[in-house]
């Protein structure tokens, strides 16, 4: 059985055959999944798909570094009630994205640290992105992560001394199909083994970051990535350890219940 700690299931690319999407994510052993709220509407609409599959669907409340912008201090409320509801598990998307910068930096800082504050506060999990913006991240958490009861470095694609630094400070670390990409995956393939079994978890990060080495070939046509995929990424995770495909899938499947405190939760 595996966790997707990381699926985009509110993106319009899924509102045609959702129930399909589930189904084959079934079959294929994933057994829970992770809905990412990447805005106070995003989070909404996730909470209702959790509420429609509650046996299959979890999801975070959180405003993605890219969304920064819409932040106000209503915000907070408007999160604070979300992470009220059983199936949100995690407080995020939330980071620094100083690559694109569709929010100002200091609109980012501001988003991020309030939703840190937030899961101090509900002394719940955090669901982190960071890209660019290493250094500033570091700072930040550096002064959170202590009053925070676990935090993911989501879609790790930093290289090793990032990654080093992150271990230290105590973060656990989201692997996606990033990995199954030899070109720009590359670093990550040679590095992830540095990651201990017991901070490791994975995700599609659907429908985003289709794996590029899929087979059997033709790859989807719509290049849509869907959870079904994730034993791919466990097993190409799990060549670059050098381990075997359950070694990797127990100890994330186990991380993923541990991290979101899954067994605690009355569905
Ligand atoms: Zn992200």
């Known amino acids: 059985m595996l966790v997707d700690i990381g699926v985009n299931l509110t993106s ?13 994510a079934a079959s294929a052993g994933v057994e829970q999944m992770v809905v990412t709220g990447t805005s106070i509407t995003e989070s909404a609409r996730a909470t209702e798909l959790c509420a429609k599959y509650p046996a299959q669907l979890l999801s975070t409340a959180g405003i993605h570094p890219h969304n920064a912008k ?15 509801q059983k199936q949100v598990v995690a407080v995020g998307e939330c980071g620094l994205d100083f690559n694109r910068n569709f929010s100002p930096a200091e609109d980012q800082l501001v988003c991020f640290e309030a939703q840190l504050k937030l899961a101090v506060d509900k002394q719940m999990p955090v669901f982190l992105h960071q890209r660019d ?50 070109r720009r995956g590359g670093e990550l393939q040679q590095i992830v083994n540095k990651i201990p079994l017991d901070r490791l978890m994975i995700e599609t990060d659907a429908p985003y970051l289709l794996p590029r080495n899929l087979k059997p070939k033709p790859k989807p046509k719509s290049n849509r990535n869907e959870p079904l995929y994730l034993p791919h990424i466990c097993q190409t995770v799990a060549h670059c350890y050098g381990l075997s495909f359950a070694e990797i899938e127990t100890n994330t499947y186990k991380n993923s219940r541990n991290f979101f405190a899954l067994d605690k939760m009355q569905l």
């Open 12 to 24: 319009s690319r899924f509102e045609k055959d959702l129930d399909a999407v589930l189904q084959r």
């Open 70 to 84: 819409e932040f106000t201090p209503d915000s907070v409320n408007k999160l604070s009630s979300l992470l009220e």
């Open 133 to 182: 913006a290493h250094k500033d991240f570091v700072e930040i958490m550096s002064r959170y992560i202590d009053k925070l009861p676990a935090a993911v470095a989501h879609c790790f694609t930093g290289n090793e001394v990032e990654l080093l630094t992150y271990l230290e400070m105590g973060l656990y670390i989201g692997v996606t199909g990033w990995i199954c990409d030899e």
